[in-house]
């Protein structure tokens, strides 16, 4: 299980080193793609000239750009709302930047009120995302808005 608590006390650590955004998300991931089991990526998408484009991340190649309302993360964005998706094979529009991811989570990141980020992260193991992880990463999105704002 992992210890979302510890997550977020590291990286509020690190960002009193620095708190500039993209220093923090990169950190994020990588402290996200290391203690967590049976994931394959994670990282942010941010919003930027009508879409959102690939971020600081941790695991395989990934998608450069991502229309609003379109996928796991433009749905994320365009509904403002965490998306928590079993099967992404099931999931219509599903955009396939890794053959071998099965479930996904995305979480809105926002600043002053807006979303200007997503929180995404994907694993090979179908329905790999508990409550208990669900709840962790909104205490984890919380905290990484109260940095960066």
């Known amino acids: 299980m992992t210890d979302y608590s510890l997550i977020i006390q590291q990286m509020e650590a ?3 080193i620095s708190a500039d955004r993209i220093a923090v998300m990169a950190n994020v991931s990588a402290l996200l793609y290391h203690a967590m089991e ?6 942010f998408y941010l919003v930027k000239d009508g879409a959102l484009l690939l ?10 750009r991502i229309e609003k309302g379109r996928g796991v993360c ?3 964005w ?4 965490v998306q928590v ?6 999931f219509p529009g599903h955009i396939a930047c890794d053959s071998l991811s099965r479930s996904e ?3 809105p990141i926002h600043r002053g009120g807006e979303v200007i980020a997503v929180l995404d992260i994907d694993s090979p193991v179908p329905a ?8 962790g990463l909104i205490n984890l999105a919380a905290a990484l808005e109260k940095i960066i704002e």
């Open 14 to 16: 690190l960002a009193e």
């Open 38 to 43: 049976e994931i394959n990526w994670a990282g």
């Open 55 to 64: 971020g600081p991340f941790q695991g395989k190649v990934a998608c450069v």
């Open 74 to 76: 433009g749905t994320a």
């Open 78 to 81: 365009a509904q403002d709302r």
């Open 85 to 90: 998706v079993d099967d992404v094979h099931a």
């Open 105 to 107: 989570i995305v979480l």
């Open 128 to 135: 790999r995302f508990s409550k208990a992880d669900v709840e």
